[in-house]
């Protein structure tokens, strides 16, 4: 079921986020007299086909749902008549062509904010509030003076309300120079904090996936999740070793579990060995031995008992702000949020380039599926918000000036409005070939970050 899911997500979000993209190219064409002689959702035989239009354009369904294109008339794909040559992209001003290209990235923008000022409209934004839970003795958080409940209010100046506004704010902070001013809010009394991290390689570390919060050595704070079993990976060394769904685990080699976090980090540190475990089942006690396995994570050997927590205790009131609101506001909101987002992708590819940022952060097509089907199996809510993050990423990536995408695309045109005539065409060739390889050489790092995340 896990995988049908993720590869419904992944070809319903594909489909609908080309889709949209390949409609801003084809409205704007249309309305300046761009001559539109296909617009195919999807690749390859065709499924539905319809010719409508003063222009006879060819609206096709095809097989292959992942992705698609918009066909305009030019001459340098196939000959064009003398009386139809002015409606030729070619022969249409630079300044027509650039909007025609703009017009895809902006489509996926537009989609985006209007999907999310919709939720926002309707729904409201629940928002966790970023309250600190545990904290690492000795760590980088423990020495710059974060305490356990201490709610984070602002970070270098940026007023920030929940989980994600930290998380953006410290890895940006983190990738940068390494220092984080915070304004902490302990026992109702602001409280200014400096996180510090001087050493590049460490804050390189620091914006891997999944590392940034462990690293620092906090984690929000949660509702005390007990260190009972709620699914076991079957063959796994907890199910082999005869503990059941519903057992709660008290001790491990005679360290008290707390709750589930402990239980998993005292695992953690026991890879590959046996380990003593005392738990409850319906209220008796019991002891088993378990062999546990391992798994490489950031280079260190874990251990694992293949086991999964149970549904999560609801949250205190007092911790989730609902923000509702008007008409207006969220379309205002929305923009904000939108441009935020496209803004941090930007620096977070310019540092990654100059090797401020890891590279590990690059997803490929299996994440993105993975992501998808997640999203897609948690509701509608997790799916809109996947779709507005891929929109907004797919529109930025194509504003990128590589060749092959419409970013290069509209260098072209440019270098041609200032120039007074076409680029040659070897130039042409040339930068298609190193945009290619750009692009090859991007995915190939997104698939080997896809592999290597699934072996562990």
């Given amino acids: 079921m896990t995988l049908l899911w993720q590869v419904v997500g992944f070809v319903v979000a594909v489909s609908l986020l080309v889709s949209v993209h390949e409609f801003g190219h084809y409205w704007v064409a249309r309305r300046l007299g761009f001559k539109v002689l296909r617009f195919s959702v999807g690749f390859g035989p065709a499924l539905w086909r319809k010719v409508a239009g003063p222009d006879r354009t060819e609206y096709v369904l095809a097989a292959l749902p992942l992705g698609g294109y918009v066909k305009l008339l030019d001459e340098r794909e196939a000959p064009v008549p003398d009386a139809e040559l002015d409606r030729s992209f070619t022969r249409r001003p630079p300044w027509q062509r ?34 600190v839970g545990r904290v690492v003795a000795d760590s980088i958080a423990s020495r710059a003076g974060l305490r356990y409940e201490d709610e984070i209010v602002r970070i270098d100046g940026r007023a920030v309300t929940n989980h994600a506004d930290v998380i953006f704010g410290l890895i940006d902070a983190m990738s940068s120079d390494g220092t984080a001013d915070l304004q902490v809010q302990r026992n109702g009394a602001p409280i200014d904090l400096q996180l510090q991290v001087p050493d590049a390689e460490v804050r390189r570390a620091l914006t891997e996936p999944s590392v940034l919060l ?33 057992d709660r685990i008290v001790a491990i080699d005679g360290e008290v579990v707390a709750d589930f976090p402990a239980l998993a980090e005292l695992v953690a540190d026991r890879p590959n060995r046996d380990v003593r475990v005392e738990y409850l089942r319906d209220g008796v006690p019991g002891v088993v031995t378990v062999r546990t396995s391992s798994e490489l994570v950031q280079g260190r050997e874990r251990g694992r008992m293949r086991i999964e927590t149970p549904p999560p205790p609801p949250w205190p009131a007092d911790m989730v702000r609902q923000r509702s609101f008007g008409f207006f506001e969220a ?33 490929g097509p299996l994440s993105i599926a993975e992501y998808a089907g997640q999203s897609a199996s948690s509701g509608l809510n997790e799916f809109l918000g996947f779709l507005i993050v891929i929109s907004l990423s797919l ?6 000036p590589i060749p092959i995408l419409d970013g290069g695309q509209i260098l072209y045109q440019l270098a041609e409005w200032i120039k007074g005539s076409p680029l040659s065409d070897a130039v042409q060739s040339i930068g298609q070939q190193v945009g290619l390889l750009l692009l090859l050489l991007l995915m190939g790092v997104a698939l080997f970050n896809d592999v290597a995340r699934q072996l562990g």
């Fill in 395 to 400: 529109g930025f990536l194509n504003l990128l």
């Fill in 331 to 363: 379309s205002f909101v929305a923009c904000e949020r939108a441009w935020d987002m496209s803004v941090m992708q930007a620096r977070m590819l310019a540092r990654m380039l100059i090797g401020q940022v890891s590279l590990k952060n690059l997803s």
């Fill in 98 to 131: 650039i909007l025609v290209l703009l017009a895809g990235p902006a489509a996926n923008f537009l989609f985006a904010i209007v999907l999310l000022w919709g939720m926002l409209w309707v729904t409201g934004a629940p928002e966790l509030r970023p309250v």
């Fill in 214 to 246: 462990p690293g620092l050595g906090f984690r929000f704070w949660s509702p005390p999740m007990p260190a009972s079993i709620g699914r076991l990976t079957e063959g796994g060394p907890a199910a082999l070793a005869g503990l059941r769904a519903g």
